[in-house]
Each structure stands twice: as structure tokens, then as C-alpha cells.
């Protein structure tokens, strides 16, 4: 009798004692063990060098004519425009939570409706929304009619609107000019029962306003089988629901007239005049479009399972030892969002990268953020536009940035696969005409040398031209849902939704305060035997070792660069105009960075927002060059 008892105390004994260690560590990821003084008012650090697009004061709403609840930024380093995601219907349409509950423009007038901001970071104008355009009957391509109704945008991406503007010129070569178009890749979550699409536009900077033209045509949509990832391997298929777009500028696709051909009755007219054929390189590659292939990154697949919203947070001492024992206690995000895919813009077809070794681990509640990074380009000794991905990576206790390195271990071989497609033709007789075209793709596959640890989840993820890491974050995940939930709630309430909580309003001393956030800055030196050989701007010294084959090791350095503080809504209004001047703000949430080396700009936005984007100058003697 008394030797059952005995084991079965001395098995409780074990487990707690294994038990608490991991939980112990996981509390301190995610801010339990921080003191909540400690992320008050004196957790400010630069927070004044961060402000709103606009001269209104930091504390109020954006309003309809400013970008706000803004989910990612991308900024064209060579034209200086930026394109903002936003959707102010965010809190009750969530894709990062599975929430589909409403997505009316009830608020419009407040908030303003779902869309597509750009902004000429040069001259630092106001952002202007933009109209999407849809093409006219002609066009081989039909824009789907939720273009106009049901568009929920989430990551964005941008590149020039032909690879002859991103080339790098060869020796002797005059510097490409600036495009006349870009193209803007964006993640759409049009509808709740089904995955998502990936949208392409182009934006014209040839037409009337120049790069404030406030048109966005439509181009083509990515869906369907064309965004099913298959595994080059085996043949596993996933179901994407695009998240995080990174551009991948190779194996474009054939050339498409960047213009919507003219209606009938135009080119049909004798007095139509079709203009001056003239085939130099750059007049030729502003008369086209091409679109990249492009990498991106996965929702959870939620097709067989209710949504409910559980806390990333574990709340008790035995959970993470049950977490391993039963996918009922596991906070691991699904299988998909750990895979990259790459969609090769040249079939039209999507195949999942190889990450030789464990792929990057994800968590609840934190989607998968990608960036992709050249390398410094031929100056620097590299030949790909994705020499990198940098990818966060979350686990129970552990949170890091991953940079995986494109190799060839396997040799190029091992990622050329065989594609054949049917094209359809018109012969010069106007017959139709099916052609079978046998198309080669490569994959690259990519190893992961280097992490970078952090002390909080990675939120949003930004990577310089010189391959350093820019990460926003928030130090306690707990408060960062309380805040969501009491927000979600006061939207479910204004447009009078069943699901809104049937207890009576929060006072605003009685509302969670917003969370704590900050900003850091991930930087390296390279090592060769110790020696320190270069630093990441010194591209000449990088190119010299690379050409000689030798491989550098890196040494990651982090540095705090923006703090804000946990502040409830009494003590925001308790401030007075003068304090909200000098005290400046960040997004509560960031979600989406941006940075402009050139002007020494970061720009943060923040999927939660109601405040808009802000623009944070780099403050000097805090970051490196």
C-alpha cells in the first residue's frame, strides 16, 4: 500500500521539479517575471525621435485621411516610395487570429476603408491612398469583382516593374535610371472560408502626379493551385494562406505591355496612331512588365478547426511538460508556417524551399515574418538577390533571428526541376494554337549558420542593405492580448455585434494600459581567426575574401534603440499638449518596419493601430552608419 504512494509522490516530485525549469524560462520570455514599474513611464528611451506622418499631436487617432491600423510597410530603395498595408477593419477581421466576425466600413468615415497607401519618402509628403484600377475587357486577365469589396491586405512587398531597372551595371556601364513603375506585391485575405490570394499591381510614376499618382492597376492574381506549395522532395502539398511576401528577383515572368491595351473602339480607329517603335534596352523595358518570383510565408491552416482565442502564454507549471505529451496543451504554431515557399513567377507554380536541417520553429500567436537579403549585391562579392533569409524563430523559451545562407552543397543541380506548360498561342491567322514549352526552375535551398538570440518575440522584422536586423518587439506578451482583447471589444460594441462582452464599459483608468514596446538593432563584425576583417558596410573587403573563398564568421552584436512605455488611456490624457509634443510615440504593437539608410529614417507601423505609422530619425551616436 504504502510503496504505490510512495512511487507516485516521488513521480509528482520529478515532474514538478522538471516542470518548473522550463516553465520558469518561459515566463521570462514572455515579460511575467519583469516588474510592471519597471516598463512604466521610465521605459523611454528615443521615444522622442519618433513621430506621427502628420503635425497632429502623437496621442490622437489618424483619422480617415492618414494610414492607420497599417499591418506591413515596404520601401523601394530606388525611387524612395513606401507602400503601407492597412485595414482599419483589422480587430474584427483578423487573419493573424482567425477571427472573421465583421468587415463593414461602418467606421469609414472614422477610420477609413481597407487599401494600399504610398509615399514618396524623399520629399516627405503626406501619403496619399490609392485607387486600384481594374483592367478594361480587353485585357486577358479578369480583376475579380472583392477587389473593390472585400480587400484585406497583410504583408506587402515592392521591386521596379523590370529587371533591366535591377540589374546592377557591369564595369563601365552608366547607373540603370530610376523605373517608371514599380510593382507591389500584396498578401490579401479576401474571404474566411478559404486561403488567401497574393495580389499584383503596378503603380505608374509616368502618368500624371508622377510618384504622387494615386492609381494602382491591377495586374494579376496568385491563388488557388497556383499558390499549393509541393514540396521538391516528396509529395506532401500545403495549402498557403499568404502571409509575408520577400521579393526573389529571378525567373521573372514572360513580359506583359505595362499599358492596358487601348479598347476596341480606339485601336480599331484609322485615325489611331500606335506611336514610335524604338528598341533600345530601356525605352523596351519601360513598355513591359515583368513579374519576380517572390518567397512567402503561411497562416496557420485553420480549415478544420473553430477558432478560439488562447493565450500564447502558459498559465500554469505543468503545461509545458504537457505540451509535449498532448497537442491539446501545445502553444507550437501548425506545420505550414514553419515552410518557406517560393513561387516561381515564371510557371505560375509554387514549390516549398529547402531549409536542410529543422525548419524555423514557430509559436501561437506569432505569425512567420521573411526577409530576404542580397548580400550587398556584386559589390560585395554576391550573385543572388536572396544570398539570405532571415527568419524569426520562437519556442517555448528561446526566441531568435535565423539567417539562412543560400549554399550549394548540394550543387545546383539538386534544386533545377523540369516544368512543362501548356501555353496557348494565336497563329498569324488568328487560329488558336496550343504550344508545349518545357520551362527549368531552381530552388534554392538555404543552411542556417548563425541565430541571433533575443530577449522578447520578434513582432516585426526589417533587414538593411547591409544585412543588419532591425526587430520590434513588445516585452510582455500578456499584456500585448489584454490590450487586443479590450480593443477588439470596444469595436464589437460600435457596430453593436453579439459577440461584444455583456459586462459594462471599462472607465479609461479601468482599460488595460498599452503595452511596453522597443526596437533594437542587430549588427555584426566578421571574424577570421579571431581577428576582426570587416564591418558590414565595407563591401570592397567582403568581395576580396569571398572571391578567394574564404568563409568569415560572424559575431552579432544587439543594441536597445527605441523604448516605450506600458501607459494606461488615464495617463496618456493626463499629459499635456506640450508633453505629448516632446514625448513622441511608437505603435503599441508594432508589426511592420521599414527603414531608409539614406535619410537615417525608420518607419514603424502597427496592425492594432488607430494612431497611424510613425517615422523615427536614427539617432546618432545609437546606430552604426
Same mark, same amino acid.
Not at 492594432?608 to 539617432?619: D, K, T, V
Given at each position: 500500500?504504502?510503496?504505490?504512494?510512495?512511487?507516485?509522490?516521488?513521480?509528482?516530485?520529478?515532474?514538478?521539479?522538471?516542470?518548473?525549469?522550463?516553465?520558469?524560462?518561459?515566463?521570462?520570455?514572455?515579460?511575467?517575471?519583469?516588474?510592471? =514599474?519597471?516598463?512604466?513611464?521610465?521605459?523611454?528611451?528615443?521615444?522622442?525621435?519618433?513621430?506621427?506622418?502628420?503635425?497632429?499631436?502623437?496621442?490622437?487617432?489618424?483619422?480617415?485621411?492618414?494610414?492607420?491600423?497599417?499591418?506591413?510597410?515596404?520601401?523601394?530603395?530606388?525611387?524612395?516610395?513606401?507602400?503601407?498595408?492597412?485595414?482599419?477593419?483589422?480587430?474584427?477581421?483578423?487573419?493573424?487570429?482567425?477571427?472573421?466576425?465583421?468587415?463593414?466600413?461602418?467606421?469609414? !468615415?472614422?477610420?477609413?476603408?481597407?487599401?494600399?497607401?504610398?509615399?514618396?519618402?524623399?520629399?516627405?509628403?503626406?501619403?496619399?491612398?490609392?485607387?486600384? !484600377?481594374?483592367?478594361?475587357? %480587353?485585357?486577358?486577365?479578369?480583376?475579380? =469583382?472583392?477587389?473593390?469589396?472585400?480587400?484585406?491586405?497583410?504583408?506587402?512587398?515592392?521591386?521596379?516593374?523590370?529587371?533591366?531597372?535591377? %540589374?546592377?551595371?557591369?564595369?563601365?556601364?552608366?547607373?540603370?535610371?530610376?523605373?517608371?513603375?514599380?510593382?507591389?506585391?500584396?498578401?490579401?485575405?479576401?474571404?474566411?472560408?478559404?486561403?488567401?490570394?497574393?495580389?499584383?499591381?503596378?503603380?505608374?510614376?509616368?502618368?500624371?502626379?508622377?510618384?504622387?499618382?494615386?492609381?494602382?492597376?491591377?495586374?494579376?492574381?496568385?491563388?488557388?493551385?497556383?499558390?499549393?506549395?509541393?514540396?521538391?522532395?516528396?509529395?506532401?502539398?500545403?495549402?498557403?494562406?499568404?502571409?509575408?511576401?520577400?521579393?526573389?528577383?529571378?525567373?521573372?515572368?514572360?513580359?506583359?505591355?505595362?499599358?492596358?491595351?487601348?479598347?476596341l473602339h480606339v485601336s480599331e480607329s484609322p485615325d489611331h496612331l500606335a506611336g514610335f517603335q524604338d528598341d533600345d534596352p530601356e525605352t523596351t523595358a519601360s513598355k513591359y512588365i515583368r513579374i519576380p518570383s517572390f518567397f512567402v510565408t503561411s497562416l496557420p491552416d485553420r480549415s478544420s478547426k473553430?477558432?478560439?482565442?488562447?493565450?500564447?502564454?502558459?498559465?500554469?507549471?505543468?503545461?509545458?511538460?504537457?505540451?509535449?505529451?498532448?497537442?491539446?496543451?501545445?502553444?507550437?504554431?501548425?506545420?505550414?508556417?514553419?515552410?518557406?515557399?517560393?513561387?516561381?513567377?515564371?510557371?505560375?507554380?509554387?514549390?516549398?524551399?529547402?531549409?536542410?536541417?529543422?525548419?524555423?520553429?514557430?509559436?501561437?500567436?506569432?505569425?512567420?515574418?521573411?526577409?530576404?537579403?542580397?548580400?550587398?549585391?556584386?559589390? =560585395?562579392?554576391?550573385?543572388?538577390?536572396?544570398?539570405?533569409?532571415?527568419?524569426?524563430?520562437?519556442?517555448?523559451?528561446?526566441?531568435?533571428?535565423?539567417?539562412?545562407?543560400?549554399?550549394?552543397?548540394?550543387?545546383?543541380?539538386?534544386?533545377?526541376?523540369?516544368?512543362?506548360?501548356?501555353?496557348?498561342?494565336?497563329?498569324?491567322?488568328?487560329?488558336?494554337?496550343?504550344?508545349?514549352?518545357?520551362?527549368?526552375?531552381?530552388?534554392?535551398?538555404?543552411?542556417?549558420?548563425?541565430?541571433?538570440?533575443?530577449?522578447?518575440?520578434?513582432?516585426?522584422?526589417?533587414?538593411?542593405?547591409?544585412?543588419?536586423?532591425?526587430?520590434?518587439?513588445?516585452?510582455?506578451?500578456?499584456?500585448?492580448?489584454?490590450?487586443?482583447?479590450?480593443?477588439?471589444?470596444?469595436?464589437?460594441?460600435?457596430?453593436?455585434?453579439?459577440?461584444? !462582452?455583456?459586462?459594462?464599459?471599462?472607465?479609461?483608468?479601468?482599460?488595460?494600459?498599452?503595452?511596453?514596446?522597443?526596437?533594437?538593432?542587430?549588427?555584426?563584425?566578421?571574424?577570421?581567426?579571431?581577428?576582426?576583417?570587416?564591418?558590414?558596410?565595407?563591401?570592397?573587403?567582403?568581395?576580396?575574401?569571398?572571391?578567394?573563398?574564404?568563409?568569415?564568421?560572424?559575431?552579432?552584436?544587439?543594441?536597445?534603440?527605441?523604448?516605450?512605455?506600458?501607459?494606461?488611456?488615464?495617463?496618456?490624457?493626463?499629459?499635456?499638449?506640450?508633453?505629448?509634443?516632446?514625448?513622441?510615440?511608437?505603435?503599441?504593437?508594432?508589426t511592420g518596419l521599414a527603414i531608409n539608410l539614406k535619410q537615417k529614417l525608420l518607419f514603424v507601423t502597427g496592425a492594432y493601430e488607430e494612431r497611424g505609422i510613425a517615422m523615427c530619425s536614427l539617432p546618432q551616436d545609437w546606430v552604426e552608419p
Amino acid at each position: 500500500m504504502l510503496i504505490p504512494i510512495a512511487v507516485s509522490s516521488v513521480a509528482a516530485g520529478l515532474l514538478a521539479a522538471t516542470s518548473y525549469l522550463p516553465y520558469k524560462n518561459h515566463l521570462k520570455l514572455h515579460g511575467e517575471a519583469i516588474d510592471p =514599474a519597471t516598463l512604466g513611464l521610465n521605459h523611454n528611451l528615443n521615444l522622442k525621435h519618433c513621430t506621427p506622418l502628420s503635425t497632429r499631436l502623437p496621442d490622437e487617432a489618424a483619422g480617415s485621411t492618414e494610414p492607420s491600423f497599417c499591418e506591413d510597410i515596404a520601401i523601394d530603395r530606388r525611387t524612395g516610395v513606401a507602400y503601407l498595408s492597412c485595414d482599419p477593419t483589422r480587430l474584427t477581421w483578423d487573419a493573424r487570429a482567425g477571427i472573421y466576425e465583421d468587415d463593414s466600413d461602418k467606421l469609414a !468615415s472614422e477610420q477609413g476603408k481597407p487599401g494600399i497607401w504610398a509615399w514618396d519618402t524623399n520629399r516627405r509628403s503626406l501619403p496619399r491612398k490609392l485607387y486600384i !484600377s481594374s483592367p478594361p475587357p %480587353e485585357y486577358p486577365l479578369k480583376a475579380p =469583382a472583392d477587389l473593390q469589396s472585400t480587400f484585406h491586405p497583410l504583408g506587402i512587398a515592392v521591386t521596379a516593374s523590370h529587371p533591366y531597372f535591377v %540589374e546592377e551595371p557591369k564595369k563601365g556601364e552608366e547607373a540603370r535610371p530610376e523605373p517608371p513603375a514599380n510593382l507591389v506585391l500584396v498578401a490579401n485575405k479576401p474571404y474566411a472560408d478559404r486561403p488567401g490570394v497574393v495580389d499584383i499591381f503596378v503603380h505608374d510614376f509616368d502618368k500624371i502626379g508622377g510618384k504622387d499618382h494615386t492609381t494602382l492597376r491591377w495586374i494579376k492574381r496568385v491563388q488557388g493551385e497556383d499558390l499549393v506549395g509541393s514540396h521538391s522532395d516528396f509529395d506532401t502539398r500545403f495549402n498557403i494562406d499568404p502571409f509575408r511576401i520577400a521579393i526573389f528577383e529571378e525567373q521573372y515572368s514572360e513580359r506583359i505591355e505595362r499599358a492596358y491595351p487601348d479598347p476596341l473602339h480606339v485601336s480599331e480607329s484609322p485615325d489611331h496612331l500606335a506611336g514610335f517603335q524604338d528598341d533600345d534596352p530601356e525605352t523596351t523595358a519601360s513598355k513591359y512588365i515583368r513579374i519576380p518570383s517572390f518567397f512567402v510565408t503561411s497562416l496557420p491552416d485553420r480549415s478544420s478547426k473553430s477558432t478560439v482565442e488562447t493565450s500564447s502564454v502558459f498559465s500554469a507549471v505543468w503545461e509545458p511538460i504537457a505540451s509535449y505529451l498532448s497537442s491539446h496543451y501545445s502553444r507550437v504554431s501548425d506545420s505550414v508556417t514553419r515552410k518557406v515557399f517560393a513561387h516561381h513567377s515564371s510557371i505560375n507554380k509554387t514549390l516549398s524551399v529547402r531549409l536542410d536541417g529543422s525548419d524555423p520553429d514557430q509559436w501561437q500567436g506569432f505569425p512567420p515574418l521573411i526577409q530576404a537579403w542580397d548580400g550587398g549585391g556584386g559589390k =560585395a562579392g554576391s550573385n543572388s538577390s536572396a544570398t539570405a533569409l532571415f527568419i524569426p524563430s520562437l519556442t517555448s523559451d528561446s526566441s531568435k533571428v535565423q539567417e539562412w545562407e543560400q549554399h550549394w552543397v548540394r550543387g545546383i543541380a539538386g534544386g533545377i526541376r523540369d516544368h512543362h506548360v501548356t501555353v496557348r498561342e494565336t497563329t498569324k491567322d488568328g487560329q488558336p494554337n496550343n504550344i508545349l514549352r518545357l520551362y527549368k526552375t531552381y530552388t534554392p535551398s538555404f543552411v542556417n549558420f548563425f541565430s541571433m538570440e533575443h530577449e522578447s518575440p520578434i513582432r516585426a522584422l526589417v533587414v538593411d542593405q547591409h544585412g543588419r536586423t532591425w526587430t520590434a518587439s513588445n516585452p510582455n506578451t500578456r499584456s500585448v492580448e489584454e490590450w487586443i482583447a479590450s480593443q477588439r471589444d470596444e469595436r464589437r460594441r460600435r457596430l453593436g455585434l453579439s459577440s461584444a !462582452s455583456v459586462s459594462s464599459v471599462l472607465s479609461s483608468s479601468e482599460r488595460p494600459p498599452r503595452p511596453a514596446g522597443k526596437i533594437d538593432q542587430t549588427t555584426f563584425v566578421f571574424r577570421h581567426f579571431g581577428s576582426v576583417v570587416a564591418h558590414p558596410w565595407e563591401t570592397e573587403k567582403l568581395r576580396l575574401k569571398k572571391e578567394k573563398g574564404v568563409w568569415l564568421r560572424k559575431e552579432y552584436h544587439t543594441f536597445n534603440i527605441f523604448q516605450s512605455p506600458a501607459e494606461t488611456k488615464a495617463q496618456i490624457e493626463a499629459r499635456s499638449e506640450d508633453e505629448h509634443k516632446e514625448g513622441g510615440f511608437l505603435p503599441t504593437i508594432p508589426t511592420g518596419l521599414a527603414i531608409n539608410l539614406k535619410q537615417k529614417l525608420l518607419f514603424v507601423t502597427g496592425a492594432y493601430e488607430e494612431r497611424g505609422i510613425a517615422m523615427c530619425s536614427l539617432p546618432q551616436d545609437w546606430v552604426e552608419p
